[in-house]
């Protein structure tokens, strides 16, 4: 699923579901597009539930995530642990 065209029915809107992105003409995030796969929806299934989205937007919601998987960049920081003690009265 690789594609050279541009995402444009994904929004990013910071007055839209502070700036997730959505579906352009939506409220339906990625990120809500994503959970249903998870669930086990099919995109069949998806599109039933939601008359207004169409196949495409479905795939560009997943070139979407897929692409900022993709350029995800993974820091192995070590970082030590630290305790700390809450004085208590009387001590």
Known sequence: MTTTQPLDRIVIDPNILSGKPCIRGTRISVEFLLELFASGASKEDILRAYPQLEPE????ALEYAISTIRNETILDVPMKSAVFEVPRKGR
Do not use: S
């Not at 937007?57 to 560009?60: A, L, S, W």
């Open 57 to 60: 937007d479905i795939e560009q």
